[in-house]
């Protein structure tokens, strides 16, 4: 397993952007696949963004595609979501998971570690 810990979250305006971060520890960050996830309260955990372990392959949920963009470093074991237009509806806690598949999955079941999370608050 990878240790996994999210940065950049904060308030911000409707319209506006934020690029968060999770950095993981370990050797072998390469291999995984990495997803962001978001739980808004009272609401159940949902799948935002997927990125394949050589990062040639990004998936989106539909309400982020063409406004957030996934992307990794793995020569920095860093994963990041680059989040534009920001809407209030965006509001949750994200998290990054990393899944020892190649291909990641939408499924957080699949996922087999966890970050503590950083919270977006996007104000109207």
């Known amino acids: 397993q990878v240790q996994l810990v999210e940065s950049g979250g904060r308030l911000v305006p409707a319209g506006g952007s934020l690029r968060l971060s999770c950095a993981a520890s370990?050797?072998?960050?390469?291999?995984?696949?990495m997803g962001w996830f978001r739980q808004a309260p009272g609401k159940e955990r949902e799948f935002v963004a997927r990125i394949t372990a050589a990062g040639l392959g990004t998936s989106y949920t539909a309400s982020v595609k063409g406004r957030f963009t996934i992307s990794r470093d793995n020569a920095k074991n860093t994963v990041y979501l680059q989040m534009n237009s920001l809407k209030p509806e965006d509001t949750a806690v994200y998290y990054c998971?990393?899944?020892?598949?190649?291909?990641?999955?939408?499924?957080?079941?699949?996922?087999?570690?966890w970050g503590q999370g950083t919270q977006v608050t996007v104000s109207s």
């Open positions: 998971a990393a899944d020892s598949g190649f291909s990641g999955s939408t499924d957080s079941r699949d996922y087999d570690s």
């Open positions: 370990g050797r072998t960050f390469s291999s995984y696949a």
